[in-house]
């Protein structure tokens, strides 16, 4: 498993993120990525195109009901950052709240 936390939270120790990397692009995006399908994985694949390190954050469960309604997320948080970090093009993976 690429990401070093349990709790999905951005790890400064991860050796892609340390200040001697200082030199490359950092693409930060986020979203709710509930029931990841080929729509996510082709967004994420071009990200990692526009630079060298890829980090994700994945919307909180309450940040996704806030946002689609009381019966999102399908995934819990875990499930859904789990899913992503694993993912060929992704770095790293936080959950946002």
């Given at each position: 498993?690429?990401?070093?936390?349990?709790?999905?939270?951005?790890?400064?120790?991860?050796?892609?993120l340390?200040?001697?990397?200082?030199d490359k692009v950092?693409?930060?995006?986020?979203?709710?990525y509930?029931l990841l399908?080929?729509?996510h994985?082709?967004f994420?694949?071009?990200?990692?195109?526009?630079?060298?390190i890829?980090v994700v954050?994945?919307?909180?469960d309450?940040?996704?009901?806030?946002?689609k309604?009381?019966d999102r997320?399908?995934?819990?948080?875990n499930?859904?950052a789990?899913?992503?970090?694993?993912?060929?093009?992704v770095?790293n993976?936080?959950i946002k709240?």
């Amino acid at each position: 498993m690429k990401n070093t936390t349990t709790k999905y939270e951005l790890d400064p120790e991860n050796e892609l993120l340390k200040s001697d990397k200082r030199d490359k692009v950092v693409v930060l995006v986020s979203g709710c990525y509930d029931l990841l399908h080929f729509g996510h994985v082709s967004f994420l694949n071009k990200c990692k195109e526009e630079g060298h390190i890829l980090v994700v954050g994945v919307n909180s469960d309450e940040l996704v009901r806030s946002q689609k309604g009381k019966d999102r997320p399908i995934l819990p948080e875990n499930d859904r950052a789990f899913l992503v970090s694993n993912l060929k093009s992704v770095d790293n993976a936080f959950i946002k709240r």
